[in-house]
């Protein structure tokens, strides 16, 4: 591939600059975001992409990778983070929402206290494209009714409506609920 070649698809060029159209951007705000994009080759080069979202808390981070690692595992897939895709953006909900548009999958760890995507809940039931490709991996606490709240409680029951919530407890039931994702 020549310098002048870009190792991005054209159609994923084509929805960045489609997402883009509307914002004024930088030419450097440009270059980082072409470069993110080509940070993401695999997940174009692999048959399934799963972009994992949650808290990235000290605890709740390892589990996290725990999913990431897990997902990696399969044959034919790419598993990440947004923190995995390096750049400081002005717009992080940009950032989200181009790298949801690329991804088979989006997958939610949500545990109490915060839950760590709180805003990214709000697109995922919110976008009928991201919503379709959802999956959430949802904490149950023993000693806990509602944990999360009522507004995030109806986000986990369109989730759990779609057959696409899985809960966990322990870290070997996170392990099996992740098996479980397509």
């Not at 310098?3 to 600059?17: F, G, H, N, R, T």
């Not at 206290?113 to 379709?132: K, N």
């Not at 991996?137 to 507004?151: A, C, I, N, Q, S």
Request: proline residues 4%; aromatic residues 10%; negative net charge.
């Amino acid at each position: 591939m020549s310098d002048e070649e870009s190792p991005v698809p054209d159609d994923v060029l084509k929805s960045a600059k489609d997402q883009l159209d509307e914002e004024e951007i930088t030419l450097a705000d440009n270059e980082e975001i072409l470069y993110a994009l080509s940070e993401l080759t695999p997940v174009y080069e692999n048959d399934r992409s799963y972009f994992v979202l949650g808290n990235y808390d000290r605890e709740p981070i390892r589990r996290l990778n725990l999913v990431v690692d897990r997902l990696n595992r399969r044959t034919n897939a790419y598993a990440f983070r947004m923190v995995d895709i390096r750049g400081e953006w002005d717009n992080s909900i940009q950032k989200f929402c181009l790298i949801a548009d690329l991804v088979t999958y989006l997958v939610g760890v949500a545990e109490k206290d915060p839950s760590g995507f709180l805003v990214e809940q709000g697109l995922l039931v919110g976008t009928t494209e991201y919503f379709a490709k959802s999956h959430v991996l949802k904490r149950t606490y023993e000693d806990e009714v509602h944990p999360f709240g009522w507004m995030q409680d109806g986000i986990f029951e369109l989730f759990d409506r779609g057959g696409r919530l899985y809960r966990w407890r322990t870290e070997e039931d996170l392990v099996n609920m992740t098996g479980e994702l397509p």
